[in-house]
């Protein structure tokens, strides 16, 4: 069955440096998504992509944070200079089209710890 | 008002029992309806899609009421392994792209 794979894992980095999350949504999904999750708070959204640019974004995603598809299969999320706030489970998904009731996929997730 | 707003829980039942819960949501215009389950520190997996009409996969219905503008998702014969978080997510956009998700309602099987 075909998923959505997002690496690492787990990153840890220091305060005020950038971290890339990397994703490779499912290969003939058009639309694509990074969510988070701080510990035991709800999943929020960040920032939607389709057709090579930003769809939607949310408050969350400021001036720090950019995503782009380098090829025809990553999709990555750079946060540029982390602050420990950023500390969550960063998901990637992706959905098959602008469908009313595609679903979307979601990777395993990066935990990402910044300290 | 929060977009999507579900009872956090914890619901705690015995093996075999029903469940329900239940969710709101702020716009009406909204068209797609889905139940996600997320296991701890998993990510969010679709339970099941919710349509108009209403719909069935196994032990588990779905409900859409437009009119009050909640969703509900019924479990029937519970088992342990259903145990989870259950997340109701609406795209907000008639034709859009943004998922909205609840907080998440707790549900713990209880043997």
């Known amino acids: 069955e075909p998923e959505v794979t997002q690496t690492p894992s787990h990153q840890v980095t220091q305060m005020g440096q950038e971290v890339i999350l990397r994703c490779v949504p499912i290969?003939?999904?058009?639309?694509f998504y990074w969510y988070r999750q701080i510990l035991g708070q709800k999943v929020e959204f960040l920032v939607s992509?389709?057709?090579?640019?930003?769809?939607?974004k949310s408050e969350i995603f400021d001036d720090q944070f950019s995503v782009e598809r380098p090829d025809g299969s990553n999709f990555t999320l750079k946060i540029r200079s982390t602050k420990l706030e950023d500390s969550a489970m960063y998901f990637c998904?992706?959905?098959?089209?602008?469908?009313?009731?595609?679903?979307?996929?979601f990777g395993q997730g990066t935990r990402l710890t910044v300290v | 008002r929060k977009e999507v707003e579900q009872d956090p829980g914890p619901f705690n039942v015995p093996e075999g029992a029903t469940v329900a819960f239940n969710c709101t949501y702020s716009?009406?215009?909204?068209?797609?309806f889905f139940w996600y389950r997320q296991d701890c520190r998993k990510e969010p997996k679709l339970l099941m899609s919710?349509?108009?009409s209403g719909n069935e996969d196994g032990r588990f219905t779905a409900q859409l009421n437009r009119a009050s503008q909640y969703i509900s998702l019924l479990i029937r014969d519970s088992k342990l392994s259903d145990s989870a978080t259950y997340l109701c997510?609406?795209?907000?956009?008639?034709?859009?792209?943004?998922?909205?998700f609840g907080t998440g309602t707790s549900l713990t099987v209880i043997p």
């Open positions: 998904a992706s959905s098959e089209a602008l469908l009313l009731r595609a679903e979307a996929f």
């Open positions: 290969s003939n999904h058009l639309y």
């Open positions: 992509f389709y057709n090579n640019e930003i769809s939607e």
């Open positions: 716009n009406s215009a909204s068209q797609s």
């Open positions: 919710v349509y108009s």
């Open positions: 997510v609406v795209n907000m956009r008639p034709a859009g792209n943004q998922f909205y």
